[in-house]
């Protein structure tokens, strides 16, 4: 299957510092990917779709200001959230929609920030 | 009402049991479904993809959609311990729609 990969895995701030995610596609070409939050034994939560070269389009009690999603290119997003506080902490994880071995197109995540906030 | 409904369980079975996992969906225009898993810590892992009805077979694993009740469901035959994750069902009706998660079970299999 086709490959997402996320740096860094994991990352402690203080609070009011800004944390930047790198989401990459590895071995194909993602137009669309899509960023996440999940807590613990929780499901995942969209926070916002972004497509590349165009702003990323931001889920309901998202706020766009402080999540900050830049596409620039067909194999790289990234994710920064500006002014981190500890409610801030979580797992982010990044998703690229891409083409399987089959050519079916379908979502490949990859493997999770894990982000605390002091 | 959720789009996709998934009982978090936990789900606790012994080591060879056949597992059985489902979801309920309302939407009627959801056409693909997939089942990811997704171990502590880790990134969801793209398990089954199937289109529209039927039947879909993978090793162990076979996924059944029944878009006639609007059920999903995800078996798991002779369970191992490796199987323990969380298992994600998820839908949308394709093109670019954003894909719809249930909550997720979470299965234990002890030896």
């Known amino acids: 299957g086709a490959v997402v990969s996320q740096h860094p895995s994991w990352v402690i701030c203080k609070s009011g510092t800004s944390v930047k995610i790198e989401c990459r596609s590895l071995?194909?070409?993602?137009?669309?990917m899509f960023w996440y939050r999940q807590f613990p034994k929780q499901s995942l939560m969209l926070m916002a779709t972004?497509?590349?070269?165009?702003?990323?389009?931001?889920e309901q009690g998202v706020e766009k200001d402080k999540f900050l999603i830049n596409h620039a290119s067909l194999t790289l997003s990234t994710l920064t959230v500006t002014s981190a506080h500890p409610e801030d902490s979580s797992f982010y994880i990044c998703?690229?929609?891409?083409?399987?071995?089959?050519?079916?197109?379908?979502?490949?995540f990859g493997p999770g920030t894990r982000l605390l906030v002091l | 009402q959720k789009e996709v409904e998934q009982d978090p369980g936990p789900l606790s079975v012994p080591e060879g049991a056949i597992v059985s996992l489902n979801c309920t969906y309302s939407?009627?225009?959801?056409?693909?479904f997939m089942w990811y898993r997704q171990y502590s810590r880790k990134g969801p892992e793209l398990l089954m993809y199937t289109y529209s009805s039927g039947n879909k077979e993978d090793g162990r694993f076979t996924a059944q959609v029944d878009k006639s009740s609007k059920y999903i469901s995800l078996f798991i035959r002779d369970s191992q311990p490796s199987d323990s994750a969380t298992y994600l069902c998820a839908s949308n009706s394709g093109g670019y729609n954003k894909l719809i998660f249930g909550a997720g079970t979470r299965l234990a299999v002890h030896p």
């Open positions: 972004s497509n590349e070269g165009s702003k990323a389009t931001y």
């Open positions: 998703s690229a929609r891409g083409t399987s071995g089959t050519g079916r197109e379908t979502q490949y």
């Open positions: 939407n009627s225009a959801f056409q693909y």
């Open positions: 071995d194909f070409q993602a137009t669309t």
